[in-house]
T-cell receptor, first 115, second 108 residues
Framework: NAGVTQTPKFQVLKTGQSMTLQCAQD?????MYWYRQDPGMGLRLIYY???????DKGEVPNGYNVSRLNKREFSLRLESAAPSQTSVYFC??????????????FGSGTRLTVV | EDQVTQSPEALRLQEGESSSLNCSYT??????LFWYRQDPGKGPEFLFT???AGEEKEKERLKATLTKKESFLHITAPKPEDSATYLC?????????FGGGTRVLVKP
């Protein structure tokens, strides 16, 4: 099925470890996004890529880096994980140019626990 | 700074008991007001986009309306399968800003 695929689905890290969350979409969307979702905080934008070759900070970028590898793939890296980064991470994609007419298509999320 | 506030945080309904969810917002240059549904353990699923005050959209038992300051999601005669968290978001630039969501539980 067409959509946004995130890997892994679950991950436990020790404080200070690093990891990369992978995201790929097969809808030929130009824009891709990384959000984190915490209880009571809603979805908060970490980084986004409006088009291939560009990335920009969102609301909560500290402690994260991103790479837009190509049009399909957008990865999120935690260089030195901290317990405050325990969260559910969602990747999303959307069309650019048509604006936000159809909203975002979200992946199923990565549940990350940092101990 | 764009802000979105949803109320109530949680809503318990009996099957068939209609109700409304509220989404109030402040945004510069609104490009759309979005409603999503999120089931436990899954990503949000797109429901509606509203663009201008007075606009309404419907899907099955759900109806979304928009004013200049807020949006409502009306659930008419809900069924247990309507149980989910409903998220509201405003679009500005090329980004969405989300509210905290309303958890809806519909009991048979």
């Amino acid at each position: 099925n067409a959509g946004v695929t995130q890997t892994p689905k679950f991950q436990v890290l020790k404080t200070g470890q690093s990891m990369t969350l992978q995201c790929a979409q097969d809808m030929n969307h130009n824009s891709m996004y990384w959000y984190r979702q915490d209880p009571g905080m809603g979805l908060r934008l970490i980084y986004y890529s409006a088009s291939e070759g560009t990335t920009d900070k969102g609301e909560v970028p500290n402690g994260y880096n991103v790479s837009r590898l190509n049009k399909r793939e957008f990865s999120l890296r935690l260089e030195s994980a901290a317990p405050s980064q325990t969260s559910v991470y969602f990747c999303a994609s959307s069309e650019l140019g048509t604006g936000l007419a159809y909203g975002y298509t979200f992946g199923s999320g990565t549940r990350l626990t940092v101990v | 700074e764009d802000q979105v506030t949803q109320s109530p945080e949680a809503l318990r309904l009996q099957e068939g008991e209609s109700s409304s969810l509220n989404c109030s917002y402040t945004v510069s240059g609104l490009r759309g007001l979005f409603w999503y549904r999120q089931d436990p353990g899954k990503g949000p699923e797109f429901l509606f986009t509203l663009y201008s005050a007075g606009e309404e959209k419907e899907k099955e038992r759900l109806k979304a309306t928009l004013t200049k300051k807020e949006s409502f999601l009306h659930i008419t005669a809900p069924k247990p399968e309507d149980s989910a968290t409903y998220l509201c978001a405003v679009g500005a630039g090329n980004k969405l800003t989300f509210g905290g969501g309303t958890r809806v539980l519909v009991k048979p």
